[in-house]
């Protein structure tokens, strides 16, 4: 069997990357995509992959990713859409604009990536694979964080409809939901020690998760075995959504 194609978004860093190296490991030849084009070109280098810069927040970039990457390979047969940003602060003080970019980001861009991917599964006719990176906090809210638990609450509803929609098509939509993750995105929170002591008080497990606990995770939802599961959210948090 030759290869699948596998497009990341966000992969030029933390769960993205963390996810690129995953799916490569198990064969797939994966298409590296980020804003930041040299942190894109650096993971698709050490994965002998092609690198791609794209702001998944700018209408059209979707397209322009699936384009590029079936010129490349010829086809497409997994996408997953990591890119994604944390803003917080007051809900009261949050200026909209930071609600705006938090939405066109996490829900446009996610949402824009996977219909690209869509029309070109449904072209080869053949079904495809949607992993869409939601949050817990598309399940549970903090204090601080209207404008991300708003836009990743969003997506596990984006889920939810596209799963939908792409089903008769045999294509699945499905999220993880990660729990606090040691990247980049919670250096701050997990470097403070008071906050970090706060945020593992949530997780019954106690520890963060690795980037790579989000990655099986993806890379199951994203297999073979996954071909009857759709519109799910599969939390990956350490027991943070179950102890509520
Ligand atoms: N780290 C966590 O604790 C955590 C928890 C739950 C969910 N998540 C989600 O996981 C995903 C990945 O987060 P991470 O922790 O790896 O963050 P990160 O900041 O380490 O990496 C995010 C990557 O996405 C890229 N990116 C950001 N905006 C982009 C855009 N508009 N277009 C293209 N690329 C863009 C960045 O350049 C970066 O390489 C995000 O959707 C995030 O919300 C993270």
């Known amino acids: 069997m030759s290869p699948r194609i596998s497009l990341v978004t966000g992969a030029g860093a933390g769960i993205g990357a963390a996810v690129a190296r995953r799916l490569a490991d198990r064969g797939d030849r994966v298409v590296v995509a980020d804003r930041d084009g040299d942190a894109a070109a650096r993971i698709a280098a050490e994965l002998d992959g092609l690198g791609l810069t794209a702001d998944v927040a700018v209408e059209g970039a979707g397209d322009d990713l699936v384009a590029r990457t079936v010129s490349h390979h010829g086809r497409l047969d997994v996408v997953v859409t990591s890119a994604g940003i944390e803003r917080t602060g007051p809900a009261a003080t949050l200026p909209t604009g930071t609600v705006r970019d938090s939405l066109a980001v996490n829900v446009l861009g996610s949402f824009d990536v996977a219909a690209a991917a869509a029309r070109r599964f449904q072209a080869q006719g053949d079904g495809g694979r949607v992993v869409l990176v939601g949050s817990v906090n598309s399940l549970r809210a903090l204090p601080g964080q209207a404008a ?85 959210a599969l939390p990956v948090d350490g027991g943070w959504s179950a102890a509520g």
């Open 148 to 232: 991300y638990a708003t836009s990743k609450g969003a997506v596990l509803m984006l889920t939810r409809a596209l799963a939908v929609d792409w089903a008769a098509d045999g294509i699945t939509v499905n999220m993880v939901a990660p729990g606090v993750t040691d990247t980049a995105m919670s250096a701050g929170s997990l470097g403070d020690p008071e906050r970090r002591a706060a945020l593992l008080s949530r997780v019954p497990m106690g520890r963060p998760a690795r980037p790579e606990d989000i990655a099986d995770a993806v890379a199951f939802l994203s297999g073979p075995e996954a071909g009857y599961i759709t519109g799910i």
